[in-house]
């Protein structure tokens, strides 16, 4: 299940989280982030085998500018990637779920970076 933050809940939530959190910021128009919500909803077993604690958290760009602007979002969908807290990196893939899978364990491989 995505659990939808903003600007208000988002860093203490991301801050207290364990395991792999994957933020999706999405457009109320925007088929691409439909496309990929459904692919996280549908093949969320997929994702929760890959890697012991996961979790999908969607950012409404339309209401959470602050957010959007902190992450300097120019495109919809934009993934970032958590682990137990910190910030890991923007996430590039294609939106299907082997490949998903590849780009988080790449780069949960690298160390934490600084949050935006």
Known sequence: MIKELDEFNFHPFIYDSKGVV???FTGPHCASCHHLRDLLESE???FERAFDEF???EIK???AT???NEFNV???PSLF???DGQFHCELQSEAHP???IDAICEALAKPAEEEP
């Open 61 to 63: 760009a339309d209401k």
């Open 66 to 68: 602050a957010l959007v």
């Open 98 to 100: 082997k490949k998903l």
């Open 74 to 76: 120019f495109h919809l």
């Open 44 to 46: 969320v077993q997929v």
């Open 55 to 57: 979790r999908v958290v």
């Open 22 to 24: 994957l933020v999706f």
């Open 81 to 83: 990637l958590y682990k």
